[in-house]
């Protein structure tokens, strides 16, 4: 389902935005398989994971996600594979009032590198950027069907 391309292991910074313009600065890990994403990162020295696994056809996804820091609960995201863009979108409860939005896009145009950018929607404004990791490839996958092995 993912772009064959891309199944491997990949590592570069990581920016987080907490709040306002200023984005902390970590390194990352990523590794894709046909199936799933799985990430790791640090924030003020605590490591944290994350993972999306990946089901239907590239038109309808949908994505099941989780990360240690964002949503320890997994959370539900419909999405859609154009090219060699995945763009998914789920909602989450955030108090009082409507559900927040939290989209997730993952950028496998460029064999060697792979972008995951994550952004946070509140009601009635643009989608603001949460999370931004760029990683240069660091394995090729041996089998394209087998599961990522979790970066460390």
């Given amino acids: 389902m993912m772009p064959q391309s891309h199944?491997?292991?990949?590592?570069?910074?990581?920016?987080?935005?907490?709040?306002?313009?200023v984005s902390e600065l970590s390194d990352g890990e990523l590794a894709l398989s046909s199936s799933s994403l799985t990430y790791t990162w640090t924030y003020r020295g605590a490591p944290h994971t994350g993972r999306m696994d990946f089901v239907g056809q590239p038109a309808a996804l949908r994505c099941v996600w989780h990360d240690t820091f964002h949503a320890a609960t997994a959370?539900?995201?419909?999405?859609?594979?154009?090219?060699?863009?995945?763009?998914?979108?789920?909602t989450y409860p955030a108090g009082e009032g409507p559900d927040w939005g939290w989209r997730i896009e993952l950028d496998c145009t460029d064999p060697d590198h792979l972008g995951l950018r994550m952004f946070n929607i509140m009601p009635d404004t643009e989608p603001v950027i949460s999370v931004d990791l760029r990683g240069a490839r660091t394995v090729v996958a041996a089998d394209s069907t087998a599961e990522p092995t979790p970066p460390t």
């Fill in 7 to 21: 199944f491997g292991s990949f590592a570069g910074p990581n920016r987080l935005w907490m709040y306002g313009p």
């Fill in 75 to 90: 959370m539900t995201f419909h999405g859609r594979l154009e090219g060699a863009r995945l763009v998914a979108y789920g």
